[in-house]
Structure formats: structure tokens, C-alpha cells
């Protein structure tokens, strides 16, 4: 289910929370990465 609402998240976040990037921005998620 989370995957049809926010594929995106999960995708981009190497995290188990994907909530959690969801809200940050996306300069914060680029962050998280490196």
C-alpha cells in the first residue's frame, strides 16, 4: 500500500522509515544518501 501512495520515497530512501524522508526536502534526502 505505502508503495502506490509514495513510490517515490521509496525509492530515493535507502531508510526503513519512509515517512520519515517523505518529509524532509529534497536537498535534506540528497543529504541522507551521501
Do not use: C, W, Y
Not at 502506490?4 to 520515497?9: A, F, H, L, N, T
Not at 520519515?20 to 529534497?26: A, C, G, I, K, V
Amino acid at each position: 500500500m505505502n508503495e502506490m501512495s509514495m513510490p517515490q520515497v521509496q525509492k530515493n530512501s535507502k531508510d526503513p522509515h519512509g515517512e520519515f524522508t517523505d518529509s524532509l526536502t529534497p536537498k535534506q534526502i540528497v543529504a541522507e544518501l551521501r
